[in-house]
């Protein structure tokens, strides 16, 4: 019957290092040597914040009335729908009026919330409907803003 061997390979080493809170073996290695120099350390606890520069994205709306209404549908809407929705208003809540077709905004956005797609729309100041387009909403007359 074979017997297996220890090995000391690169694999191994690092899951001794992330034993211990590191994440590579090279980390543990400075570690060790700074330990051995009599160097004090500390490792991972200083979080310095930094922003990402801003990238330009472009959005093509489901639909345009003929009013000037915007109406975008959605079955889902996930947070990057919400975080992209939130961002136009900022830049052009002015030129553009947005409004929300929703399969069901009783659909809460998260399992772990208790916020409807309703609430996040009457939060941010966004109309809403399910299912279909309200009369009324084809019925208005043009506001250019």
């Not at 980390?27 to 009599?38: D, V």
């Amino acid at each position: 019957m074979a017997t297996k061997k220890k090995t000391t390979s690169k694999l191994s080493e690092e899951k001794v290092g992330l034993k211990y809170g590191f994440r590579s073996g090279l980390e543990e290695r400075i570690a060790e040597k700074l330990t051995s120099q009599g160097v004090g350390f500390s490792f991972e606890e200083l979080v310095i914040p930094y922003t990402t520069p801003p990238k330009a994205h472009r959005y093509t709306p489901d639909f345009e009335l003929e009013n000037g209404i915007i109406i975008e549908s959605k079955g889902r809407f996930l947070t990057a729908d919400r975080q992209k929705h939130i961002l136009l208003k900022q830049q052009h809540g002015d030129t553009y009026d947005i409004r929300f077709v929703f399969s069901s905004s009783k659909a809460k956005i998260s399992k772990r919330s208790l916020t409807t797609y309703a609430m996040w729309c009457e939060k941010q100041g966004f109309l809403y409907a399910d299912k279909e387009i309200p009369a009324a909403w084809l019925a208005e007359k043009r506001n250019d803003i």
